[in-house]
């Protein structure tokens, strides 16, 4: 028998709840690449309502959705203005360059936050020998930041400096809702001044795939032909939508469950020689933390993240390396009380 592990790797290894199982089973469908299927049409209407956005998308993947919004909002030959650890520019593939001809403009920051006059500064002059700037990209939640939110004063200082040069504003809201849940405030706060979002309905919402873009009523409809080019065309599809039905109206109220969990997981590794973190930077589902390579046991030859994963994987418990030194938890709704204890247990046991 294959052992239960404690999973916490990414909020994306969920399964479905039963009620998603029951959607499924009773979903109605239709064609979805003739906009024919109700159910996908009812999950777009009730996102493009909760982030008060005129429309929205159904897309099988955040990336996808990402790389429609810069795709429809660049040209070949020009710049995305995007935080240096960005999701968009690290974890993509370098798909901006291989589907819409553009290349990031990574910005570093000291807290994973970009500043007004950092996206200022980054903006190029209309030069003919200049690269044009065409789009600033923001995340919220930040995922490499250890899942840090962005509040909605500083997204709008940004977007009114993009605005004010012409420039249009996506935002990579993958965790919006964890961002909201975190602020005390909406997802549609969070998103206002963006001119488009997306947002994972598989990342602590629980369902078991897709993402929805939301933008204007003409930039949706031009997304329908892109998803399409995209290799994004579905057909009866509404059974992987009803699922995220149940995940807008049942799962987003339950998130800062998952933030309480990550904050004693960080709370107990901070203690830990071996581990350089701190408890305060952590206010949603993610933890990163950097390894003392010194201190953690094992071979040298070996990376210290490949050292403590390989560790903890003995204990039953599943973590990510992210580099050499770094290593990433994300608790969710499959994540108890229990299975943080069980944690700092193994991690004390690994690291001693």
């Known amino acids: 028998m294959i052992p239960v592990m404690i999973d916490l790797r990414s909020d994306t290894v969920t399964h479905p709840t039963p009620a998603m199982r029951r959607a499924m089973a009773e979903a109605e469908v239709g064609d979805d690449v003739y906009r024919e299927d109700p159910t996908v049409l009812h999950l777009e209407e009730l996102a493009a309502e909760m982030l008060e956005f005129p429309a929205a998308l159904f897309v099988p993947t955040g990336t996808m959705g990402n790389q429609l919004a810069v795709h429809l909002q660049t040209r070949p030959g020009s710049e995305v203005i995007i935080e240096a650890r960005g999701h968009i520019f690290n974890f993509e593939m370098g798909a901006m360059a291989v589907w819409s001809g553009a290349l990031p403009r990574p910005i570093v920051t000291e807290n994973g936050l970009l500043e007004p006059s950092q996206v200022e500064a980054a903006i190029a002059p209309k030069a003919s020998y200049r690269t044009p700037t065409r789009l600033l990209a923001l995340e ?61 309905l598989s990342k602590g919402l629980a369902a078991p795939v897709g993402s929805m873009l939301l933008g204007s009523r003409d930039l949706i409809e031009e997304a329908v032909r892109a998803r399409k080019l995209f290799g994004g065309g579905m057909r009866q599809v509404g059974v992987l939508a009803a699922p995220g039905i149940v995940a807008l109206t049942e799962m987003v109220s339950r998130l800062g469950e998952d933030h309480v969990r990550a904050r004693r997981l960080a709370d107990g590794l901070a203690v830990l020689p071996a581990v350089d973190i701190d408890p305060a930077r952590v206010s949603t589902n993610i933890l990163v933390f950097r390894l003392r390579p010194e201190k953690v046991p094992g071979d040298p030859s070996v990376a210290p993240s490949q050292r403590l994963v390989a560790g903890m994987k003995e204990h039953q418990v599943l973590l990510g390396a992210f580099g050499a030194t770094d290593v990433r938890m994300v608790t969710h709704y499959e994540i108890t009380d229990a299975d943080v204890e069980t944690t700092l247990r193994a991690a004390r046991a690994v690291l001693a």
């Open 140 to 200: 919220n939640t930040h995922n490499l930041w250890s899942g840090l939110p962005m509040d909605a004063a500083r997204t709008r200082a940004l977007a009114e400096v993009a605005h004010d040069h012409g420039l249009p504003v996506h935002l990579d809201g993958a965790r919006i809702f964890n961002a909201a849940a975190a602020l005390g405030t909406t997802a549609a706060e969070l998103a206002r001044g963006c001119d488009t979002v997306m947002f994972c």
